[in-house]
């Protein structure tokens, strides 16, 4: 450790991420389907100890030990071996209609109970040990709630309840998005039952169309609404069906329609029921919610939205070759939108009129037809993997830390930028691509910025050793850093876990 870390951060740095993109002589087209490696920096007494370990997921296993890729993700189709002979062979076409989704949970750690599971975007989690990165069981949402897809970004009431949401596709005829809630805690009596089997559908949204549900990385939530952004960046799930049989990967079955709607839809938490007037916007793709909250009337998101869809495609592995930063530039630049949205307006509003009462740019425009259109007010350009003090989530706040990326995918910088004065402060250095920070708030925090910000830092050169970096989240200034001498990956999103929150292994 060079510097000095708090003596108050005492806890868990959990990682996760693709780690291996080659097994045997076959390999993943695409950075997102690569097995998943999770990755932690345990805090104690200044000191900080290092481990990663591969999840060690059935995919894992499977691949593993036929030396080659035989699961399927979402950018990358696998075949059973081909001399197999006819009748297997159209057996294996026709089982994979519905497919069986991978285990391999690569995208975020997700607390329920008094447990950590690793999530990806499937209906499977598997649960880990926080402690040694241990694989543990596997749960099927689909036992509990009719999804075959389910974010890996849920939100967390103050009871400590998880809530998320999925896509059942075709289920009874119909395509939905369910809002469930997985309960903290199971009563005293069922002490041996899991919460899952407590998990409770809140609502369900119908979808647009029956075979074109929309893709959703994230959803948003204030005190009392859930937020959800029904996109024009759609999974076909008739090219998804015939996609084995055509040798297509399933990631080529999404699609964007620059020329549709984008729907807001708000979902009262107390009534269960949808806000019936239709709010929508212009076309975009976004991943990633930023906060929400209410004032006067009004609900306020800000999210994180492109353009088009050439993220995606960027991060196909032959696309991510030594000369990356110079070839590959996105095509839209990520921008953080921030939209006002008037829950309470005026019934006899004149059509064309700007129904927002709040000082800001943004505007909801009232049509002939009663919907609304919104346009938003843009915060700051070039930010992704934004983070907040999560205690201000729902609540009105300032403070986004995020990811600075240019034209190039690939981070170079963390910022933190105060959404009201429009301020930001940047840590970087030359060489240095930093992961998704993560804010962790001092024990006597009275200010939304008491803490310390966390971020790993992967170097350009392979053989300059990566670091965790800890900052002052006030000032943005390094406090410390620990040096580790291993080759460490890019990953996607990971959890601080204070040590109160940690299970002692006897429990």
Request: aromatic share 12%; proline share 5%.
């Amino acid at each position: 450790v060079i510097g000095h870390l708090p003596t108050w951060l005492q806890g868990v740095l959990l990682r996760n991420g693709p780690g291996m993109h080659t097994i045997g002589d076959s390999k993943y087209n695409h950075w997102f389907d690569g097995l998943a490696l999770l990755h932690s920096f345990t805090f104690k007494n200044g000191e900080v100890y290092y481990r990663s370990k591969y999840l060690r997921s059935d995919t894992y296993n499977c691949n593993i030990e036929a030396n080659r890729i035989m699961v399927s993700e979402f950018g990358t189709m696998a075949y059973p071996d081909p001399c197999k002979n006819i009748f297997a062979k159209a057996f294996s076409y026709l089982s994979h209609t519905i497919p069986e989704f991978t285990d391999n949970c690569l995208i975020n750690i997700m607390k329920a109970g008094d447990d950590f599971y690793a999530t990806g975007e499937t209906n499977f989690i598997r649960k880990i040990n926080p402690q040694t990165l241990e694989t543990l069981e596997k749960v099927d949402y689909s036992k509990y709630v009719a999804v075959n897809l389910a974010t890996s970004h849920p939100h967390y009431d103050s009871a400590g309840n998880v809530l998320n949401m999925g896509t059942s596709i075709v289920d009874k005829g119909k395509t939905k998005y369910l809002l469930f809630k997985i309960p903290s805690s199971v009563p005293e009596h069922e002490k041996k039952k899991s919460c899952f089997k407590h998990l409770e559908v809140v609502c369900s949204v119908p979808s647009r169309s029956l075979l074109h549900p929309s893709y959703y990385h994230s959803f948003g939530i204030t005190e009392n609404y859930i937020i959800f952004i029904e996109q024009p960046f759609r999974l076909d799930i008739l090219k998804m069906a015939t996609a084995y049989m055509r040798g297509v990967s399933w990631a080529s079955c999404l699609a964007f329609n620059k020329d549709d709607k984008t729907w807001f839809h708000f979902i009262d938490r107390r009534t269960k029921k949808e806000v019936s007037t239709k709010f929508y916007t212009d076309a975009m793709v976004f991943f990633h919610h930023v906060n929400a909250y209410e004032e006067d009337g009004h609900i306020i998101f800000d999210i994180i939205a492109y353009t088009d869809n050439s993220l995606y495609d960027m991060f196909y592995l032959k696309n991510l070759t030594k000369d990356f930063e110079e070839n590959v530039k996105l095509t839209s630049i990520p921008t953080c939108r921030r939209f006002v949205v008037p829950l309470q307006c005026d019934k006899d509003a004149v059509v064309d009129s700007n129904l927002v009462t709040l000082p800001s740019t943004a505007t909801a425009v009232k049509e002939k037809d009663g919907s609304i259109y919104c346009q938003p007010e843009i915060l700051c350009e070039g930010i992704e993997l934004p983070r907040i003090n999560y205690d201000y989530n729902g609540k009105k706040y300032k403070y986004v830390f995020a990811t600075r990326v240019q034209w190039s995918p690939v981070p170079t910088k963390i910022a933190k930028f105060n959404t009201q004065t429009k301020e930001m402060l940047q840590w970087g250095q030359d060489d240095c691509w930093p992961s998704e920070p993560v804010f962790v708030p001092s024990p006597d925090a009275k200010e939304e910025d008491d803490g310390v910000v966390l971020t790993c830092v992967v170097k350009t050169d392979p053989k300059d050793p990566p670091f965790l970096l800890v900052l002052d989240a006030k000032t943005f200034t390094e406090l410390g850093r620990a040096i580790v001498n291993v080759e460490m990956h890019m990953d996607l999103h990971g959890v601080f876990i204070p040590q109160q929150d940690m299970k002692t292994e006897t429990e």
